[in-house]
């Protein structure tokens, strides 16, 4: 067999390993899917519950034109109803909003792996001063605080993921949303004697999930 002869059955022998190697490559790689989706759907992991237990107001509402000052520390409290499967919370990001617009500037939470029915709280303190503010949004508030009820909402917008073992899933957009009811008293008498008490958080509420 000539040299020539030689190079060509040497080629056509190393493209034929070449494939062969590309065809176990993409063999593995589909069996790991396939394995992975099994799990995944087989334990059909849960969305964890969120619930608001408290908000203290550190600072008083403060209405500006149009603008709101504000600071409060929320207490947040996250449940894993997973018998198997633990959350990897990767982002979380904090925030207040008042007729959807937000009051507060958002706080990210650090990182956080939640085991199998595990609880995490999260304690943040949450301010902004002087968000700006559509008008009618800063008119509202006002007419809320004089009346002594104002309805919030503690939103939570970040990413999860799922973890059975070493095995961890790909990144879900987590959102979250809280309300929270703050309301004052009467002290001082009835009627034109009464004074309005410091607004405080109505009672713990659950929240929407979304996953």
Request: charged share 15%.
């Amino acid at each position: 067999m000539s040299k020539e002869g030689k190079h060509h059955k040497h080629e056509h022998r190393l493209r034929r390993c070449c494939g062969c190697l590309a065809s176990c490559i993409l063999a593995l790689i589909l069996i790991v899917a396939f394995v992975a989706l099994v799990v995944y759907l087989a334990l059909r992991p849960s969305k964890p519950s969120f619930y608001l237990q408290d908000l203290q107001l550190r600072r008083a509402i403060t209405v500006g034109d149009p603008s709101l000052s504000a600071s409060a520390q929320v207490t947040l409290a996250s449940r894993n109803p997973n018998d198997h499967v633990g959350v990897l919370y990767r982002q979380l990001d904090v925030f207040v909003t008042y007729r959807d617009e937000p009051v507060t500037v958002p706080v990210s939470l650090p990182p956080q792996y939640q085991g199998h029915r595990d609880v995490t709280v999260w304690s943040p303190v949450l301010s902004a001063q002087a968000v700006p503010v559509a008008a009618y949004v800063a008119d509202d508030m006002k007419k809320d605080v004089e009346a002594g009820f104002v309805s919030l909402q503690v939103k939570i917008d970040g990413r999860i993921k799922w973890k059975v073992g070493s095995w961890v899933s790909g990144s879900y957009h987590l959102f979250v949303s809280c309300p929270a009811v703050l309301s004052a008293g009467f002290a001082g008498g009835a009627g034109a004697n009464a004074t309005l008490s410091a607004l405080k958080f109505a009672q713990p509420t659950g929240c929407s999930v979304e996953v």
